[in-house]
């Protein structure tokens, strides 16, 4: 995991829709802030809107309560038209995340309904049990 001072590198970055033969999208911040990720096979999301990510997640990573999200913590989220959305936590109430129409951004944590907040994951204690990172 990358350390949170350089988390500022990635703001302004473009959508971009895949890499590599799996979704990028909205999973940029997720893949730019735990690097250690991107290249495991299984921590790569499929490009396919049939693919659950709240239970991708739910299969990969720890789930932690929302009020216990601490940095580098991943928040999978449902938007409206029943799409998924990914942001990482910051900390400080602030998330990273990256859409179509904005590029990669910092937002307060509010301006997501706590409703459409599906999950909370954490990825360093996996880091941790998997010698990865």
Not at 85 to 95: E, I, M, P, Q, T
């Amino acid at each position: 995991m990358i350390p949170r001072e350089n988390v500022k590198d990635y703001i302004g970055l473009p959508f971009v829709q895949e890499k590599d033969g799996y979704a990028w999208g909205c999973l940029a911040p997720f893949y730019q802030i735990h690097p250690e990720f991107e290249h495991i096979e299984a921590y790569r999301y499929p490009v396919s809107e049939d693919v659950n990510m709240l239970k991708h997640f739910k299969s990969h990573f720890k789930e932690v309560d929302l009020e216990d999200a601490v940095y580098g913590d991943i928040l999978v989220i449902k938007l409206p038209m029943n799409q998924w959305h990914l942001a990482v936590y910051l900390g400080d109430g602030r998330l990273m995340h990256c859409t179509l129409h904005i590029d990669t951004e910092i937002t307060r944590l509010e301006n997501f309904s706590h409703g459409r907040i599906k999950g909370v994951f954490r990825c360093h204690t996996f880091q941790q049990q998997h010698g990865v990172g």
